[in-house]
Nanobody, 118 residues
């Protein structure tokens, strides 16, 4: 059964850092682009960052450029989001997503909550 499980969320003070992790299972992870998305209270879900199968980062949201870094480890079937200099506006539920391809639909994780507050 294909599955994505996020972890690493929590409460952090403004200016702090967190590293989110997404563990993939049940599908050939190295064949799929991956991405992180987030949804703040009362707002639509938005793309944070994407990464190609080979590990090239792309599509950073303007609001996180220079502060967040997406990466992946195909051997471990993991994708990461390093978040630095966090701001209260970064408060959201963060979701990991596998892109749809090869007639296989996209796949979402259950999300992990990040709260940035003093």
């Amino acid at each position: 059964q294909p599955q994505l499980v996020e972890s690493g969320g929590g409460l952090v003070q403004p200016g702090g850092s967190l590293r989110l992790s997404c563990a993939a299972s049940g599908f050939p992870f190295s064949m799929y682009p991956m991405s992180w998305h987030r949804q703040a209270p009362g707002k639509e879900r938005e793309l944070v960052a994407g990464i190609t199968e080979a590990g090239k980062a792309l599509n950073y949201a303007d609001s996180v450029t220079g502060r967040f870094t997406i990466s992946r480890d195909n051997g471990k079937k993991m994708v990461y989001l390093q978040m630095n200099n966090l701001k209260p506006d970064d408060t959201a539920v963060y979701y990991c997503k596998r892109s749809g391809r090869f007639n296989v639909p996209e796949l979402w994780g259950q999300g992990t909550l990040v709260t940035v507050s003093s």
